[in-house]
């Protein structure tokens, strides 16, 4: 059971179905209960807008997107063995878990995870939306297979789909509710505010995935190398691409900032940023300045994840922000 949890990696996981709920809950939740619409069963009083996806259909949602994410590490570390080996010196499929098992287990969890979509796709009206997650399938085993060692393709294919999941609660999320509210569910601005605020959050989440994608390519520079992979560093060289991802960093840093005084303006959005964004944001751009070996990337990837993790957590700040109105 370990190995296994290890194989699906567990915390992945579970950040995947954090980021929906804190994203539904936290974020879309709130803002729709500070919009009113009129409506003609409210007797031409204004009434406060409300979540209208059924609760077990987005743990459908979820479940979708946590299974067939699972697939895909599964049918990762298939394809990866020869480099994982080389790179981090022990791997699970083929020693704890057999190959031919890996696929199994690849193929139930993508079974599920379609199947699940579909079938919430369907409960919203738009059946042809399941279609999405088929599709996510496939980009997961093409990426395993090949695109991941082609030339920046693999990196940015990976921050697109982390920055998906966002709008994938959103868009699930809008459809119910247009079903409910019609035509007031779109042609209120206010509705526009809860776009903006996803697209933060997956702009977020593309920038800081492919900052650590390309910083893991870095460190895994040796294996990748042996085994003809085109990565980034390969391509470029590893100086290049630790300029990239300084860069890369260095705007994360600014754009939050922007974000803040143009959007925002309160103090504890400005703390937060400061204390649990920032000051990690530094502390990565001194890691991949100083590069001695691959122990300070490998540090500056797992620090980038505790960057992602706050800046999902901002999520619950923006909440008590919306609640207790801290502007």
């Known amino acids: 059971m370990k190995d296994f949890l ?16 804190a994203m539904r809950y936290a974020i879309i939740g709130p803002l729709l209960a500070r919009t009113e619409v009129v409506l003609r069963e409210s007797h031409g009083y204004p009434v406060s807008m409300m979540l209208q996806l059924p609760w077990q259909d ?35 499929v083929g020693t704890a878990v057999p190959r031919r098992k890996a696929l199994m287990f ?8 379609v199947a699940s979509g579909f079938y919430v796709s369907w409960r919203i009206g738009y059946p042809l939306a399941g279609v999405m997650f088929l599709l996510v399938t496939g980009l997961f085993y093409f990426y395993s297979a090949s695109y991941k060692r082609q030339f920046l393709l693999g ?35 206010a509705i526009r505010v809860i776009l903006w605020w996803i697209c933060g959050f997956s702009l977020f989440a593309f920038l800081t995935t492919l900052t650590r994608e390309i910083i893991k390519d870095i460190e895994d520079f040796k294996g990748d190398s042996i085994f003809g992979r085109n990565t980034l560093p390969i391509v470029l060289g590893v ?40 000051l990690p944001l530094a502390g990565i751009l001194f890691l991949l300045k100083r ?33 207790y109105n801290l502007y």
Not at 155 to 184: D, K, Q, R
Not at 304 to 313: A, E, H, S
């Open 239 to 278: 100086k290049t691409s630790v300029n990239i991802s300084i860069s890369l960093t260095a705007l994360t840093m600014i754009m939050l900032y922007l974000v803040w005084y143009f959007f925002v303006r309160d103090v504890v959005t400005l703390v937060y940023i400061s204390v649990f964004l920032a």
């Open 6 to 21: 290890k194989l699906i990696r567990w915390p992945n996981l579970l950040i995947v179905a954090l980021t929906m709920l």
């Open 58 to 92: 987005f743990l459908l949602l979820v479940l979708a997107t946590v299974f067939i994410t699972a697939g895909g590490y599964v049918i990762n570390d298939y394809f990866d063995i020869k480099t994982d080996l080389v790179n981090k010196g022990r791997v699970i």
């Open 291 to 323: 590069g001695r070996d691959t122990s300070d990337f490998h540090k500056a990837s797992i620090m980038m994840k505790f960057v992602m993790l706050g800046g999902l957590l901002y999520s619950v700040v923006a909440r008590v922000i919306m609640t």
């Open 106 to 113: 690849h193929n139930i969890f993508n079974i599920l995870g």
């Open 155 to 189: 990196n940015i294919l990976v921050a697109f789909l982390t920055a998906t999941l966002p709008l994938l609660v959103l868009f699930y999320e809008w459809a119910a509710l247009y079903n409910f509210y019609s035509v007031h569910a779109v042609d209120l601005p």
